[in-house]
């Protein structure tokens, strides 16, 4: 069963406004993590946000905020204020805590397209 | 501090050869982690290494193999290329396995591998 899902394979949205992309996640652990990376066309994976599964409050990180609802299972991040570096693969992860080893999961990522 | 490295960048290999890749991570990170990017199967986890041992493997055959070494430095190889071998292989470390839930992973830039 696939425990990422990301349904928007592509996203666009104008330059210096709020853009929100989706995740949902399927997990019966009680200790997980949740991961948001960026990979632009040059290739690397970069760290974004993070956010524990017993966090109460929402994860930010500069204009990256992550809207985690826990009960609906979903880790939706939102970019406020898009620059055109934005553009970019946006991947969301997330590893299940408790036994030792359980491996990171990605989603498909979802393409953002800022327009100028 | 300096970031992961990997190396080569770009590899182009034939049909039935072999190819050794290198992955140093972050100073001070000892978990590492390989995986395989294409266009059609997204991120796929290869295997995890920690403190020489392998904690985790994907669903990858017998001909993706790696290893670590005591300085936390890893390579993978990968024996009896085949065409669709062709991606771009990431690595990622982190601090360590154990609390892994909030432990983010960081990436390298990758090694694109073509296969021809």
């Known amino acids: 069963a696939q425990k990422i899902t990301q349904t928007q394979p592509g996203m666009f949205v104008q330059e210096k406004e709020a853009v929100t992309l989706d995740c949902t996640y399927d997990?019966?652990?009680?200790?997980?993590?949740l991961f948001w990376y960026k990979q632009p066309s040059s290739g690397e994976m970069i760290f974004l946000i993070y956010?524990?599964?017993?966090?109460?409050q929402n994860a930010t990180e500069g204009r990256y905020s992550l809207n985690f609802q826990k009960a609906r299972k979903s880790a939706n991040l939102v970019i406020s204020a898009s620059q055109l570096g934005d553009s970019a693969m946006y991947f969301c992860?997330?590893?299940?805590?408790?036994?030792?080893?359980?491996?990171?999961?990605f989603g498909p990522g979802t393409r953002l397209s800022v327009l100028p | 501090k300096a970031g992961v490295t990997q190396t080569p960048r770009y590899l182009i290999k034939t049909r039935g050869q072999q190819v050794t890749l290198s992955c140093s991570p972050i100073?001070?990170?000892?978990?590492v982690s390989w995986y395989q990017q294409t266009p059609g199967q997204g991120l796929q986890f290869l295997f995890e290494?920690?403190?020489?041992?392998?904690?985790n493997k994907g669903n990858f055959p017998g001909r993706f193999s790696g290893r670590q070494f005591s300085n936390s430095r890893s390579e993978m190889n990968v024996s009896t290329l085949e065409l669709g071998d062709s991606a771009l292989y990431l690595c990622?470390?982190?601090?360590?396995?154990?609390?892994?839930?909030?432990?983010?992973?960081?990436f390298g830039d990758g090694t694109r591998l073509s296969i021809l």
């Open positions: 990622a470390s982190s601090f360590s396995p154990t609390d892994i839930a909030n432990q983010p992973q960081h």
């Open positions: 992860a997330m590893r299940e805590g408790g036994n030792y080893g359980q491996n990171f999961v």
């Open positions: 290494y920690f403190s020489e041992t392998q904690r």
């Open positions: 100073s001070g990170h000892r978990s």
């Open positions: 997990t019966s652990d009680q200790s997980y993590g």
């Open positions: 956010q524990g599964s017993y966090d109460e």
